[in-house]
């Protein structure tokens, strides 16, 4: 059997009409498109209705189909596209459950438009389809099919993000440059600014950012309701990395930095800024050590962090001063070899230590602790 089967995804029919659906048979079909026709002439489901009937009645007359044909009009609600497909398709399995024949079931659907077609999965499911015929008005169907499109973009919160955060920002130009005006600003300015968050915008876009930026920002409030110590100690960390490179820069003015070479700039730098620098790892990992501890995730390795972080620093600040220049009227004076390799020892040796240390109390930590339970 092959059912025409015309839809209309809002019910205009049932709601302006008040007929009951699904409506099953020719006769009864035309009825129904008639009154609607009667109650809004405009309505493009009229349309549909008219042209399920014509199907039908080509189907009948040809004489290569011989299967039984039938014709049934179904619709939804106008409360949304999900609802008005759950119920199509229970109008649709009503159809099936009414019709009378031993044959397998074929359709043909009937819409006005891209938005009523985007009930196909659901008729699909139910019924195979041998087609679909978009049925509109000729000078409004580009038009419905734009309307439709805009709706479903707008509708779209990451598509909706896409085009019109851009939109609005191109929009706001001539606003911004009617204040600039009013303030005396150059009209660089504006464009300027308006360049400048496109260009973030569209980084943010193209390397997905924003998914990064919301994992930090709910990672830091929820450190912030947990009571988290690093979130303390790694702001401490920032300002004390951010002093040391102060420090390395003024030190590098001092020395008159643009005479030297790079290898000595740089020695100088590292010189000046690795204390702080070093202060800065020990404070974040003892906050770090600390979490852990509040955790109940404590390790004692964990303790080696701010031992490495040190002995990396004695020896960098070791490499980096026998490699300074000697600049008598800035009083920087490079360390001797003997002053090296000092600082290499003792960097090594606090590595070491503090490895071996940790190491053997966690061990002795465990097996007391498991010798406690056994005894237990």
């Given amino acids: 059997m092959i059912l025409v089967l015309p839809v209309d995804l809002d019910d205009d029919l049932g709601r302006k009409t008040g007929v009951r659906t699904p409506v099953i048979g020719r006769d009864a079909v035309e009825d129904a498109a008639v009154r609607l026709a009667t109650a809004d002439p405009e309505d493009s489901d009229v349309n549909v209705l008219f042209q399920a009937i014509n199907a039908y009645e080509d189907l ?19 409360e949304g596209d999900v609802k008005a497909n759950r119920a199509v398709g229970e109008e649709v399995d009503t159809v099936l459950a009414a019709l009378s024949t031993s044959e397998e079931v074929r359709a043909i659907v009937i819409t ?41 973009v707008l509708s779209d919160p990451e598509t909706r993000g896409t085009i019109l955060i851009p939109l609005g920002v191109l929009l706001l ?4 440059s009617v204040i600039a005006g009013m303030l005396d600003l150059p009209g660089a300015v ?14 943010f876009q193209g390397l997905g950012l924003e998914e990064t930026v919301d994992g930090t920002v709910e990672r830091v409030r929820s450190s912030l309701y947990a009571g988290r110590v690093t979130i303390v100690t790694y702001l401490v960390a920032l300002a004390l990395l951010v002093i040391g490179g102060v420090q390395g ?12 070479s790079v290898g000595e700039q740089a020695a100088v730098f590292v010189h000046a800024a690795v204390q702080w620098a070093a202060a800065a ?23 080696n ?30 360390l001797t070899l003997t002053d090296l390799a000092v600082a290499l020892t003792a ?30």
């Fill in 60 to 78: 009948l007359a040809d004489p290569t189909v011989h299967e039984e044909v039938e014709v049934a009009a179904v619709t939804g609600v106008n």
């Fill in 112 to 152: 006005d438009g891209a938005q009523d077609e985007s009930v196909l999965p659901v008729i699909r499911s139910r019924v195979p389809l041998d087609g679909v015929r978009r049925v509109v008005v000729r000078q409004a169907q580009d038009l419905e099919s734009i309307y439709y499109t805009m709706k479903q």
């Fill in 173 to 176: 130009v001539y606003p911004f």
């Fill in 190 to 203: 504006v464009f300027g600014a308006v360049s400048t968050l496109l260009g973030l915008y569209s980084l």
């Fill in 249 to 260: 820069v003024e030190t590098l003015r001092a020395v008159g930095g643009t005479d030297l």
């Fill in 281 to 303: 790892g020990v404070t974040s990992s003892l906050g770090q050590v600390t979490d852990e501890y509040l955790a109940e995730r404590f390790r004692w390795r964990y303790l």
């Fill in 305 to 334: 962090a701010p031992f490495y972080v040190a002995a990396i620093a004695v020896v960098l600040y070791g490499l980096s001063g026998y490699f300074l220049p000697l600049v008598p009227a800035a009083g920087v004076a490079p």
């Fill in 347 to 376: 960097g090594t040796l606090l590595g070491v230590l503090s490895t071996l240390t940790f190491a053997v109390a966690e061990s002795r930590l465990s097996r007391g602790g498991d010798g406690e339970a056994g005894a237990v």
